[in-house]
């Protein structure tokens, strides 16, 4: 049988070819440590960065990217997260990312370690709001007029905001 006109037989293709460049943004915020071996989840506008390795010693943070006005967060967690780990998988379900797996190292003989446990964090509006909160603190440390705060104050002011202080 032979289909005529069909809308499935048809290719469009642009007139134009889409150049692709490399950019490098100015960041804001305190990036994490160096690193290998971590995971980084697309979680709607930012990047999730957890755990892996600093080539010493396995790693337990969590940082987060807002792509969209590239700031750095570290933000501050409820509830116990996993182990120091490298290797592991990360999955974004939903809102909630989970944490699967890994290995780091044990805390009596600093033997190696291989996880088959799964960690979920709720990355829903709780933390969107907390996180949107501390980056308008952050800008307005910044950017305020009103005091003379030199670049290492404000990012020393930003890291107290960021740990709770």
Not at 3 to 9: A, D, F, I, V, Y
Request: with cysteine.
């Amino acid at each position: 049988m032979r289909h005529r006109g069909s809308p499935l037989r048809k290719l469009h293709a642009a007139s134009k070819p889409v150049k692709q460049t490399w950019s490098q943004p100015t960041i804001k915020g305190t990036p994490p440590a160096p690193r290998d071996s971590h995971s980084c989840t697309n979680v709607g506008d930012n990047l999730f960065v957890f755990g892996g390795t600093d080539g010493m010693n396995t790693l337990k943070d969590l940082h987060i990217l807002d792509t969209s006005s590239h700031t750095w967060i570290s933000p501050s967690i409820r509830g116990e997260g996993p182990e120091a780990r490298e290797g592991h998988s990360a999955a974004l379900v939903g809102k909630r990312l989970f944490i699967f797996g890994g290995c780091g190292k044990s805390l009596d003989d600093d033997e190696e370690v291989y996880y088959n446990d799964l960690f979920i964090l709720n990355t829903g509006a709780n933390l969107a709001t907390n996180l949107k909160r501390q980056k308008q603190e952050y800008e307005a440390i910044i950017s305020s007029s009103e005091t003379d705060l030199h670049e290492n104050e404000a990012e020393s002011k930003w890291q107290e905001l960021k740990d709770g202080h």
